[in-house]
């Protein structure tokens, strides 16, 4: 089958693999009908995730139809259309249990990395390096997905395929965002990054109650979009301060919610992104930590900042001055999506979640490389390229 | 002009010696890994003893000394081995996985591109050393 993978950073090429077999007895066989580049994979691409090697299948957020089940698959379906969860949960494990299926103890046969680097190691991921568990991802033909029954969803009637696909990361992880951040009614919450997490933060949080969604970025058609489709208050940063702005706008509080959607190549102006970019090109720090500082200082008294962008290991001048003093409440974490699909899936039904205006570019998959230049350059107001193998 | 170099190659090792007593030194300092490799089973104690252990365990057990004891809380039961070096480490983690989701995750016999030489030399290693992790 066709399939793309990463040859080398900034390099990636469509070529000839094998296909997928039942590895596992619990394991589906997916046939890829759409699979989405994500701001994730970027850190794969400029080289900043260290095990990935030239000749593994990228790719994690995506839809398709299940055409093959292992003997002990249960629930699932040759035939059904699907969602899979771009983390990968055995369901069984006492963090699956309690609904924190990021943090499976089961799912990533390869934990040393990660047990070093972070004490601990967390769920297995599509497509997303050997210290995630080396999974083949899903810009590809068909897929193996491992404990299909836990991890597939059934899409419902009526989904059109381009809102379905991102039920599988950006919106629940959007949704993950402002769900650990415990937002209340008449909340004042701001979202780091208009991409397709951060606005999907945006949505959910208006779902919950919240009252204003302030939305950061310096992309104008990413601010635009951000407003007209999900209600987003825009702020770009390259023409206001942002600290500035955010106490004017909410009397001198600050947010009562952070939300923080960009991750370890996070942009910003000055001083201190010029010394992040320094500092993280000579491998002095794994990840730049600018609009994190930003959420973290802008954050109200007591407030709360919800940490969805991807980060490696350590970030320089974390304030944890700020952090103690102001008596924030720090969350964080890979999306737990199985928590959320079936719901998401739901209200994407209902007409509740809309997130197909998210798909700005779909592109062949052998388009694929050119669709991660556009998607990384934001060429074309590109938000998110989706290939259909 | 060769006594002087003598003198200086000697000097130059003798400085290495004594650098190298004072790393030994002070890495004798550092604590050691920890001796019992523990994991947490999200299963009843009584399923990990007496005579329905899984055979797996029992295999572990001849020759290491296992450690068995319900978790806090209700929470699952505590599995430790002694002296665990790398195989049993992915041993003991096979296991847990085994009880908990009746199968161990199998990663060989996946999808992959064209690897480079050095990555096909590489990566049974590198795929090893991440399953059994480094102590």
């Known amino acids: 089958m066709r399939a793309l993978c990463w040859a080398g950073v900034n390099e990636l090429a469509v070529q000839d693999v094998p296909d997928p077999a039942i ?21 794969l691409l ?14 994690h957020e995506f839809l398709g139809e299940v055409v093959e089940v292992g003997p002990d698959v249960r629930d699932r379906r040759v035939g059904e259309k699907v969602v899979v969860c771009s983390i990968i949960g055995c369901g069984r494990c ?10 499976c103890d089961n799912s990533n046969p390869d934990p040393g990395f990660l047990e070093t680097l972070n004490g601990h190691a967390t769920a297995g991921i599509f497509g997303y ?7 083949a991802g899903s810009h590809a033909e068909y897929i193996r997905v491992p404990y299909g029954d836990v991890n597939a969803f059934p899409v419902p009637e009526g989904v059109a395929d381009a809102n379905a696909v991102f039920a599988s990361d950006a919106v629940p992880t959007g949704w993950m965002g402002a769900d650990i951040a415990g937002i209340e009614p008449g909340d ?21 109650g919240a009252e204003r969604v302030i939305a950061i970025d310096r992309f104008p058609e990413r601010l635009k979009m951000a407003a007209d489709h999900v209600g987003a208050e825009p ?7 942002v600290l500035d702005a955010l106490k004017e706008t909410t009397g001198g509080r600050g947010p009562d919610v952070c939300i923080e959607a960009v991750g370890m190549e996070g942009h910003g102006t000055g001083a201190q992104y010029a010394y992040d970019r320094v500092k993280q090109a000579v491998r002095l720090q794994t990840d730049r930590g600018l609009p994190l500082r930003q959420a973290i200082h802008a954050c109200r008294k007591g407030g709360t900042v919800s940490v969805l962008g991807v980060y ?10 700020a952090v103690m003093n102001k008596g924030l409440t720090l969350r964080s974490g890979q999306q737990h999506g199985q928590r959320y699909i079936a719901m998401i899936l739901d209200r994407m039904a209902r007409g509740e979640i809309d997130a197909s205006h998210l798909l700005t570019h779909p592109m062949s998959l052998d388009d694929g490389p050119r669709g991660y230049e556009m998607f990384k350059n934001k060429e074309d107001g590109c938000v998110r390229a989706v290939f259909t193998p | 002009m060769v006594a002087k170099r003598s003198i200086a190659l000697a000097a130059l090792a003798a400085g290495g010696v004594a650098a190298l007593r004072r790393a030994r030194g002070r890495a004798a300092l550092r604590p050691g890994p920890a001796e019992w490799f523990a994991v947490t089973v999200a299963c009843d104690p009584a399923e990990l003893t007496g005579v329905n252990r899984p055979d797996a365990l029992a295999e572990l057990a001849e020759h290491h000394e296992v450690r068995i004891s319900p978790a806090p809380g209700g929470r699952g039961t505590e599995l430790a081995v002694h002296s665990a070096d790398g195989t049993v480490r992915e041993q003991v983690r096979a296991l847990k996985q085994l009880l908990e989701t009746g199968e161990v995750l199998r990663m060989e016999g996946q999808p992959e591109g064209h690897r480079t030489v050095l990555g096909r030399a590489t990566l049974p290693v590198a795929r090893q050393l991440m399953r059994r992790g480094v102590r």
């Open chain 1, 23 to 43: 590895l596992n007895r619990q394991d589906v066989i997916v046939r890829v009908t759409a699979s989405s580049t994500c701001g994730s994979d970027l850190h």
């Open chain 1, 46 to 59: 400029d080289g900043y995730v260290p095990t990935m090697m030239a000749g593994d299948v990228i790719g």
């Open chain 1, 94 to 103: 006492r963090n699956c249990r309690a609904e924190m299926w990021s943090l």
């Open chain 1, 129 to 135: 390096s050997h210290a995630m568990g080396g999974f």
């Open chain 1, 188 to 208: 004042v919450v701001a979202v780091w990054g208009c991409g397709g997490v951060g606005q999907m933060a945006v949505r959910a949080a208006y779902l919950m």
């Open chain 1, 235 to 241: 702020l770009d940063y390259e023409k206001v301060d």
């Open chain 1, 312 to 321: 490696l290991g350590f970030v320089d001048k974390f304030p944890m001055g």
